[in-house]
Nanobody, 120 residues
Framework: QVQLVESGGDLVQAGGSLRLSCVAS????????MGWYRQAPGKQRELVAG???????NYADSVKGRFTISRDNAKNTVYLQMNSLKPEDTAVYYCDAEILLISRSRIHHWGQGTQVTVSS
């Protein structure tokens, strides 16, 4: 019914930048909050950044001032601009979304993840 597809993950040197994208498709009427999470090996999944349909944002303390979340509601897409990357940012990054379907059911959906690796 719904797909979230991330892209943009890569291997980058410390201090570099990446831009992640996540496109939602399917039987979507509207999308409420969207967000980015990450999970490093042996660690729990953690919130990186979130954005409401109105554009309000929140960030994990560890990424404030370095990462920027944004969205294009017309394209059902959320972005994560990551600057000044550090080795500790290495993780699989997942997007999630609170979606109102055309059927008027609400679901919480995850993408499949994209790998970000930051070398020192």
């Amino acid at each position: 019914q719904v797909q979230l597809v991330e892209s943009g993950g890569d291997l980058v040197q410390a201090g570099g930048s990446l831009r992640l994208s996540c496109v939602a498709s399917g039987s979507i009427f509207s999308i409420d909050a969207m967000g980015w999470y990450r999970q490093a090996p042996g660690k729990q999944r953690e919130l990186v950044a979130g954005i409401t349909s109105g554009g309000s944002t929140n960030y994990a303390d560890s990424v404030k001032g370095r990462f920027t979340i944004s969205r294009d509601n017309a394209k059902n897409t959320v972005y994560l601009q990551m600057n000044s990357l550090k080795p500790e940012d290495t993780a699989v990054y997942y997007c999630d979304a609170e979606i109102l379907l055309i059927s008027r059911s609400r679901i919480h959906h995850w993408g499949q993840g994209t790998q970000v690796t930051v070398s020192s």
